[in-house]
Structure formats: C-alpha cells, structure tokens
C-alpha cells in the first residue's frame, strides 16, 4: 500500500470508530425531544468538560489559529485570551439557566427568552438570528475538514469530497442519536485533538529549529513585528488596539451566549456539574499553546502554503513524518472540525423546530423530532456549498458570526436579573443592535477605531432596551418572580 492510501485507510478507521461512537452513545436517551435535545438532563462531569471545551476548539482553533500565527503573530493570542474570559459568567448563569430549564421543560435558548418575554415574534426573530450565525461556523467546520484532507492525501480526496465525507459522518450519528452522540463523540474526539495537538506542538519546533526558544529567538531576529502586540492585520500592516480589544470583548461575551454551548446547560445533571466546567474550562486552553507553536514554526519558511489556514497540513507534509504519524493528525484535526460541527448542527435543527415553527404550529413529539432531522440536512447542505467558496480567512469567519452572538447577551441578562425588563425592550433593542452589528459587517471601512461590530451593536443595544423598557409598563410582579427567584 502506498503512502496516500495508509492514510486514507486510516482517515476512514477514525471516522468508522467515531460514528460507532455516536450511534452506541445514543442508544442510552429517550425517543422523546428532551432526550434528543437536552440528553434527558443526565450528561456528567466528564462529558460536560468535553463537550464544552471540544465544542469551543474546532477547526478555526486547529486550523485558523496556527494560520493566525503564521501570518498575524501575536494577533493570534485574542484567541487565548478571550477562551479564558468567555466561560466565567457561567458560574453564575448556568445552574439559574438549567434550574429555568428543569422547572419549565425548557430545551432552547430562545424558550428561556420567550418564556420571560412572550413574543412569538421574539421566538422567530432569535430562531433566525441563530441560524444565520451558525451556517458560517458550520461553513468553517466543514471548510477546515476538507483543508486536512485534500492536503494530506496529496489532492486524492480534494476538498469537496473530504467536507462531504466527514460530515456524512457526522450526520448520520446526529440524526439518529441527537445531543447524546454530540456529547460522547466530543469526549472521544476532545482526547483525541489534544494528543495530537501536544505531539505536533512541541516536535515541529524541535525538528525546525532545535527548540521552542531557538525558533522564537529567531524570529524575533527577523521579523519581530510579529511578535509584538496586537499583531498584524490581514493586510500585513500592524493590526490597530481598538480592533483587537472589541476582538476578545465580542468574542468572549459570544462564547456564554452560543446557543449550542448554551442549550448544554439544560443537559447537566446537577448544577454542581455546571460550576465545576467552568472552573476546569480554563485548562482546555492549553489546547492553544501547541497549536500556535505550529503556527510560529512556519512563519520562517522560504515556502508558503497557498491560504495561512493551510500552513499545518503545509508543515506536516514537509517534515518527512511516517505516513502513519500524518494520518494521526488528520484524524486529530478532523476531532477539531467534527466536535464542533455535530454540535452546531445539532443545535440549529432543534432551535429550527422548538423556536422558529413550534411556536406558531403544534406538532407532535414524533413529528418535531423528523422535522429538526430535516432541518440539520438543510443547514448542512447550506455550510457545505458555502464551504466550497475559498475567499476567506476561518478565524474571520467565525470573528463575523460574533457580532451576531453579541447581541444575544443583554437579552438574557435582562431575562435571568432586571425585573424592570420588558417585551417590547427587548425584541426593540435585539433588533437595533443586530441591525448595526449587521451595518458594520457589510461596510467596515466605517467602523470606528477598527472596532469589531459586535461591540458596536452593543453600544445602540443597550440604551434602546433600558429606554424602551422603562418607557412601558412593567410586566406581571408574580410572574417575573418565577424568573427572578430560582
């Protein structure tokens, strides 16, 4: 067998093994839609830890943040830094959302909202705001599946066939086995990239430049920009403080508020569970110290790679590893993109269903659960043609859907401690700040200071809801209450 076809044969081992996973995994919940969304309320520690931490790294982490690396420097550790901040409020939101969910059957996100605010235009406009930030981060997913496995079986598999591969995969075990799947293929898979990450991380250097010191001396020596914050921007100029701040700001307000990392919450099966993940979050960010060191151990090179998002499979096909080795990293950086995936596909069928068309059409638990199966096909064939568009940076990308996310959080906010909050507060400030956010997005070269659109849907956001909220009357005290005191 030639070199190409040992790792092909053990791309499709991995895969083989992790749909086994996925399939078993789901045979423990129930048939009914609290087991195929929310796990029937019984995910542990372990599963908990990974589910979140594997959810957060994906292929933007594995694969745009050594691109980052490569070619922005410094401008990559906002990624370190925000992975850190963003799980804090948990500690506090968490156990207040999951007893919300235990004490009213809540499954979603937006039911938590619409329960404190009813609005079923509320309901849609948070369904489609949802589904319009997850199709880009499923797009890098996918994108990022297919990168690995073009380059490493030499084009054999071109892109187009290794994202539709992979996430066959990964449909076929979220379809049939719902958030159960997700939580234990991110366990086996969050190990896996891990290991993977540390080998590569610390040897590339090494075989390089004889040592992680070695390789940052010199590139200090030569291109010290790099090295110094807040990095380069995508042109090459020094990337200004205004962009990098509101960067990690956006980012890490967007991290508490993803709504698959959210609806997790409703999965714990204490809240004690909850406060321990958010205390050993933090150590899944070790994750990120080997996968910039790849990223460094290119910046030297005389070659270059066609995209930055390429420069780990440029480096691992360089480095003569046995074809053994190089099929190990596939499948580690396949863990990266499919542990995030599975999650947001999963995510997006069952906010479809429970927020975008329950709401106004009642259906049977047998028919909400054929419909969030359908709906998953359509959100992943939408990210998989997208994913065939190359005009992008990964980290770009999912810096993009933040801006959305953002605007998620004064909402919840309101929902879980003011009880001067109301309806009309907040669905009229989800929408101006969404509509900035948005505003920014398409015209950048208007923002100002560089600043990143999501902070600056957050500066019109929150005035329009504490306005508009104290304008109109306040809502019912004993219902409020139901919220308030959990």
């Not at 190409?4 to 749909?19: P, R």
């Not at 994108?143 to 066959?168: Q, S």
């Not at 809240?271 to 070790?286: G, W």
């Amino acid at each position: 067998m030639d070199r190409f076809g040992l790792i092909t044969v053990i791309i499709l081992a991995y895969l083989a093994v992790t749909l086994g996973v996925g399939l078993v995994a789901g045979r423990r919940a129930s048939r009914s839609v609290q087991g195929y969304v929310a796990g029937d309320r019984d995910f542990g520690l372990l599963v908990m830890y990974f589910i979140t931490g594997a959810t957060v790294f994906s292929a933007f982490a594995f694969l745009g943040g050594p691109g980052w690396a490569y070619s922005r420097g410094a401008a990559a550790f906002y990624i370190l830094t925000y992975g850190v901040l963003g799980m804090a409020p948990w500690y506090a939101m968490g156990p207040r959302v999951a007893a919300l969910g235990r004490r009213f059957g809540f499954v979603t996100q937006a039911q938590l909202l619409v329960g404190r605010f009813p609005s079923r235009a509320l309901s849609l406009l948070l369904a489609v705001l949802t589904l319009a930030a997850f199709v880009p981060y499923v797009t890098i997913q996918m994108r990022g599946a297919g990168i690995v496995i073009e380059a490493v079986t030499g084009g054999t598999i071109p892109l187009w066939a290794g994202a539709a591969l992979a996430y066959g995969i990964v449909m076929v075990y979220v379809l049939a086995s719902g958030v159960s799947a997700v939580g234990w293929t991110n366990t086996f898979q969050g190990v896996f990239m891990l290991a993977i990450a540390w080998v590569l991380g610390i040897y590339l250097p090494y075989r390089m430049y004889g040592g992680v010191g070695p390789m940052f001396e010199q590139i200090l020596a030569q291109r010290p920009k790099l090295l110094s914050l807040p990095g380069l921007d995508g042109s090459g100029n020094s990337w200004n403080w205004g962009a990098y701040s509101t960067a990690i700001l956006a980012s890490a307000i967007g991290v508490t508020m993803w709504p698959h990392l959210f609806m997790k919450a409703y999965t714990a099966r204490s809240d004690k569970i909850i406060r321990r993940t958010v205390i050993l979050f933090p150590t899944f960010q070790l994750f990120l110290i080997p996968v910039f060191l790849i990223g460094f151990a290119g910046v030297l090179l005389p070659e270059s790679p066609d995209q930055a998002d390429f420069i780990l499979p440029f480096l691992i096909l360089r480095s003569e590893l046995p074809a053994l080795v190089v099929g190990l990293f596939c499948a580690g950086a396949l863990s990266a993109s499919m542990s995030t995936g599975d999650a947001l596909l999963h995510a997006a069928g069952s906010v479809a269903v429970e927020d975008g068309v329950q709401p106004f059409m009642q259906l049977s638990d047998r028919a909400q659960r054929n419909l969030m199966r359908v709906l998953v096909l359509v959100v992943g064939g939408l990210a998989y043609l997208s994913a065939l568009y190359e005009g992008f940076s990964l980290v770009d990308l999912l810096l993009a859907s933040y801006g959305i996310i953002c605007q998620f959080m004064p909402s919840m906010v309101a929902a879980l401690y003011w009880r001067r909050a109301t309806t009309a507060g907040v669905l009229s400030g989800l929408l101006a700040g969404s509509a900035v956010s948005v505003f920014f997005f398409l015209f950048p070269e208007l923002k100002p200071l560089g600043m990143h659109e999501g902070i600056l849907g957050l500066v019109v956001h929150l005035p329009v809801l504490i306005g508009v909220s104290l304008a109109g009357s306040p809502q019912d005290r004993e219902h409020v209450d139901g919220y308030l005191r959990v």
